[in-house]
């Protein structure tokens, strides 16, 4: 069965650390990947997407940057995290065209 | 650019009710995809319901169904016989088919269901 992982589930950091975040499908291949971030009490963002290995798509210029280096990865990152840049990261993907988006858990970050 | 519109930040009704949750939207594409996605407490992005723009016929998924007017650009999600697992933050959501298939999600309406 298709699954997805995102990982950690919660995290907090100081201003100015660097950020990983992580994000693995199973039981498919060429999915496209997105990752979102949600505010408190808030609706989702789009930060970044990826039809394919190293093609991303950025939503929004900020702080964070994404990388897909195997075909079921998809990595979030930061060299320097911001207060602003707390939230909730939610790693979605699709498995084929025009179907529905499936959500990881999600990670709760708090940069302090 | 396309947006999503939910005007009801918070919604609360009793359990055994039907409740309605509004959502309009503004494109100029004339095919595309809507959703309904669940956000309970554990904040698990649950898809809900889907509606084909092409389609004239509503969605039906169990207690879930839609109202769908393309001409108004407007779809709402009726929740039949609320049980109180139904209480979630829902989002309504809107997918081009055309291009890059990114979906753009409503502010959210917080649904309360009380025993």
């Known amino acids: 069965s298709q699954t997805i992982h995102q990982w950690p589930a919660t995290l907090v950091q100081p201003v100015g650390s660097p950020l990983s975040l992580e994000c693995t499908v199973e039981?498919?291949?060429?999915?496209?990947l997105y990752w979102y971030r949600q505010a408190a009490g808030r609706g989702l963002q789009l930060l970044f997407y990826?039809?394919?290995?190293?093609?991303i798509s950025s939503e929004v210029p900020q702080n964070l940057s994404a990388s897909r280096p195997q075909d079921r990865q998809f990595i979030l990152s930061s060299k320097k995290l911001l207060l602003s840049d707390s939230g909730f990261y939610l790693c979605a993907w699709r498995p084929s065209y025009n179907s529905p988006l499936h959500f990881g858990n999600g990670t709760r970050l708090t940069v302090t | 650019a396309q947006t999503v519109t939910q005007s009801q930040p918070e919604m609360s009704v009793q359990e055994a009710e039907t409740v309605t949750l509004s959502c309009t939207y503004d494109t100029s594409e004339s095919n595309y995809y809507l959703f309904w996605y669940k956000q309970p407490p554990s904040r698990q992005m649950i898809l809900v319901i889907r509606?084909?723009?092409?389609?004239?016929q509503n969605a039906t998924e169990n207690r879930f169904s839609v109202n769908f007017q393309k001409a108004a650009k407007s779809f709402s999600l009726k929740i039949s016989d609320s049980q109180l697992g139904d209480t979630a933050m829902y989002f309504c959501?809107?997918?081009?088919?055309?291009?890059?298939?990114?979906?753009?999600f409503g502010q959210g309406t917080r649904l309360t269901i009380n025993p």
């Open positions: 039981g498919t291949s060429n999915p496209n």
């Open positions: 959501a809107f997918m081009r088919v055309q291009g890059a298939q990114k979906l753009v």
């Open positions: 990826s039809v394919g290995i190293g093609q």
């Open positions: 509606q084909e723009a092409y389609k004239q």
